[in-house]
């Protein structure tokens, strides 16, 4: 079933429970091809991308398996494929993760370009860069990328952005190079402490993950690790945070790291949302009236870009003027048109988004062009007057689990068609 339904009006209200952060599960699951033996995950959300991200590795020879729920085993085999099979790597743009641990333990990958959501140009240049530095030899042709390295070596490596894949590839990689390896101006996000931190209990030796340069000391091999605990979402929580937000709702989110989403939640509460921590779980309830405010995109910890959607669906219902600047990625604003279809007043100029807030969202059929896009119509949904059918659904199903079921335990009326 394509498509999601939703009945407009209601206000969310109750608990939820965030599930395991997609973007640190799938960087981890592509680390766990270093260990040599078994690695348990927990807390891992049993949605689309991971599903993929399975695939992918069991066509290399691993052994995966779901213990539990929502914990994956995984055992890689001495020896693997080379090349993971382009109809799943096309599907992924996390499958690039895969570059830096396989070079690094078995010497040789061939890697198609990664797909993924159309959101703007994500270049490979800064991992095939540090990859270069630590001694690999890389080679492009007819979009699959080639890599050897009889050994690598530690190096000093600057990123000209602190880009989080490239961060994430040659932080893998240099776990098993010879000597130290630098890295400045790394990507910051809560998912690179995370893999960092699964990495050492691997036996890897990395310090500095979460400031601006990261150092690894090589060691031979990594080992296993029989339990460790993912993240929690901070981009879901984020979602449930605005949804909770846009419909005047009172909602407690469960198994949340509320510095994780402190730009967020620097940004509700200037919208007048009031945002309490206590613990591991975070309270939102929403403000009258609420007040329109302005963002810009930027790394961690600033505001993310994979937020700005769903809060342009937010701040087309409030009253007054709203700009965001978009810094990552040039194709976020495809939402636009989308919401526009919905009654939203909404004009883009370049990177900046003016939205002309205050009036009424009517349902309409829409299409969501990426995965936080959907997010975005699922949030407008929920404010609309009448109902909204939301196509693509499947971009959601890549990273929300179980959203059906999760919104309407808090009220809201929604169903697959």
């Not at 260990?35 to 049993?46: H, K, M, S, T, Y």
């Not at 743009?93 to 959501?117: H, K, T």
């Not at 709702?249 to 940004?267: R, Y």
């Not at 919208?271 to 930027?298: H, S």
């Amino acid at each position: 079933m394509g498509k999601l339904v939703i009945a407009g009006g209601n206000v969310l209200k109750g608990r939820v429970r965030i599930s395991g952060a997609k973007n640190a599960a799938l960087a981890i699951m592509c680390a766990s091809i270093m260990a040599e033996g078994q690695v348990l995950l927990e807390n891992i959300p049993d949605i689309t991308d991971i599903q993929v991200m399975i695939s992918i590795i069991r066509c290399l020879g691993a052994q995966v398996e779901w213990p539990e729920s929502d914990s994956l085993s995984i055992r890689m085999p001495g020896r693997i494929e080379a090349m993971p099979p382009y109809e799943l790597v096309k599907k992924l743009r996390a499958s690039n993760l895969l570059l830096g641990p396989m070079l690094a333990r078995y010497g040789r990958v061939e890697l198609c370009l990664p797909g993924g959501c159309n959101i703007g140009s994500r270049p490979m240049d800064l991992h095939f860069k540090g990859l270069a530095a630590l001694g690999a030899e890389l080679t492009l042709e007819k979009g699959v990328v080639r890599a050897t390295a009889r050994r690598l070596n530690g190096s000093r490596i600057y990123l000209d952005f602190p880009s989080v894949g490239a961060t994430e590839n040659i932080m893998m990689a240099a776990c098993l190079a010879k000597g130290q390896t630098v890295i400045e101006n790394v990507a910051k996000e809560p998912e690179v402490v995370d893999l960092a931190n699964f990495l050492n209990c691997l036996g890897a030796r990395i310090r500095g993950a979460g400031t601006d340069i990261i150092k690894i000391e090589g060691v031979d091999v990594l080992g296993e690790c029989l339990r460790y605990n993912v993240i929690p979402d901070r981009i879901e929580a984020g979602t449930y945070m605005v949804a909770a937000s846009a419909t005047g709702g009172d909602v407690q989110l469960e198994n949340v790291i509320p510095l994780h989403v402190e730009p967020l939640s620097a940004k509700l509460r200037e919208a007048n949302v009031e945002v309490y921590e206590e613990g591991d779980v975070l309270r939102v309830r929403a403000g009258e009236p609420l007040r329109p405010v302005d963002i810009k995109t930027m790394p961690y910890p600033g505001f993310p870009t994979d937020m700005q959607s769903q809060m342009m669906a937010l701040l087309s219902r409030v009253k007054g003027t709203s700009m965001i600047v978009e810094n990552i990625f040039e194709n976020r604003f495809r939402i636009a048109d989308e919401l526009k279809r919905m009654g939203a007043k909404i004009r883009i100029e370049g990177r900046l988004a003016i939205i002309e807030g205050g009036g009424r969202l009517c349902g309409a059929k829409v299409k969501a062009p990426d995965l936080r896009a959907g997010a975005a119509l699922v949030v407008a949904g929920l404010m609309a007057e009448g109902e909204t059918e939301i196509d693509n659904v499947y971009y959601i199903d890549r990273g929300y689990h179980r959203l059906e079921e999760k919104l309407a335990s808090l009220g809201a009326r929604v169903w697959r068609r």
